[in-house]
C-alpha cells in the first residue's frame, strides 16, 4: 500500500489518533495543522490523497480545495461537523471525491479512502490517456478540453460530468448514475442537479444548444454520449449470420 495521506486539520488531537490509525493500515500519514500549512505540503510531498477540514484558521478548507483543484487532480475527502446538502453540493462542485462528517468511525474512514484510491486507480487503469472524436479532445491527465480544436474551461463538475458520459462510450448513463459518480455515492438530490449541469456543459460542447449532437437526453431515463444509433447502422441477424458463412 504505502501511499501518502496529507491530513489537514487544526484539531491536534484528531491529527495525532488519525496518524496512528492509518500508519497501522500501511498509509504514510502526513500531517499539516492549517491551510497554509496543508498547501505548502501538498506542493513538497505529493500526496495521493488529501483528507481536508473546513474550519481551519488562516485558509478555510473550502479555500483550500479551490487551490488544489486549480493545480491538481489529487482525491479530495472532505471532513466537517455538518452534512446539510449545501455543503455537500458546495463540495462536490469543487471537485472533491468523497465526504465524511465529525465524529467519524475510524474503520470506515479508513475504508472510504481505499475506495477513494481504489477507483482512482481503476481509473489510470482502464481509461485511454486522451479521448478524440470528430469536435471533442480530452486529456484525462490536463484535464484539457478541445472543442473544435479551441480550449474551453471547465468546472470541476462539467469536467467530472463530461468524463462520467464520455467513459460510458455511448450507453445511456441514468440519472441516478450520474448523481453517484458525479456528486459522490453519499449524495441524494434530485434530477434538477443533472439538468442544470447538462445544460452548462451543452453550452460548452455543443454548436447548437438546443439541438445538441454530442450530450443526447433519453427521457425519464437518463444521458448518453455521442450520436443515437439509426437502424441502419444495427446489423440484421441474416447480415451477421452472412458474415461468419
Avoid at 16 to 42: V, Y
Avoid at 76 to 100: A, C, H, K, T, W
Avoid at 117 to 134: K, Y
Avoid at 151 to 170: A, D, H, K, Q
Wanted: charged letters at 30%.
Amino acid at each position: 500500500m504505502n501511499e501518502k495521506v496529507l491530513i489537514v486539520d487544526d484539531d491536534t488531537e484528531l491529527l495525532g489518533l488519525t496518524e496512528i490509525w492509518l500508519r497501522n493500515k500501511g498509509f504514510q500519514p502526513l500531517l499539516a495543522k492549517n491551510g497554509i500549512e496543508g498547501l505548502q505540503m501538498l506542493y513538497t510531498k505529493q500526496p495521493d490523497l488529501v483528507l481536508l477540514d473546513i474550519k481551519m484558521p488562516l485558509a478555510d478548507g473550502w479555500e483550500v480545495c479551490r487551490r488544489i483543484r486549480d493545480m491538481c487532480d489529487v482525491p479530495i475527502i472532505m471532513i466537517s461537523v455538518n452534512e446539510d446538502q449545501p455543503s455537500l453540493l458546495r463540495g462536490f462542485n469543487l471537485g472533491i471525491d468523497d465526504y465524511v462528517t465529525k465524529p467519524f468511525h475510524f474503520p470506515e474512514l479508513v475504508a472510504r479512502i481505499e475506495s477513494v484510491l481504489r477507483r482512482g486507480t481503476n481509473r489510470r487503469n482502464n481509461v485511454n490517456i486522451t479521448f478524440h472524436n470528430e469536435e471533442v479532445d480530452i486529456d484525462w491527465r490536463s484535464r484539457q478540453v478541445l472543442v473544435r480544436g479551441e480550449e474551453v474551461m471547465l468546472s470541476p463538475t462539467e469536467f467530472r460530468l463530461l468524463s462520467c458520459l464520455v467513459e460510458n462510450g455511448g450507453w445511456i448513463v441514468t440519472h441516478e448514475d450520474i448523481l453517484k459518480k458525479v456528486w459522490g455515492p453519499t449524495y441524494f438530490g434530485d434530477r434538477s442537479y443533472v439538468k442544470l449541469y447538462v445544460r452548462y456543459l451543452r453550452k460548452k460542447i455543443e454548436k447548437d444548444p438546443d439541438k445538441p449532437k454530442w450530450i443526447l437526453t433519453e427521457r425519464g431515463v437518463g444521458y448518453r454520449f455521442g450520436r443515437r444509433t439509426s437502424a441502419s447502422d444495427i446489423p440484421s441477424l441474416e447480415d451477421d449470420g452472412a458474415r461468419r458463412n
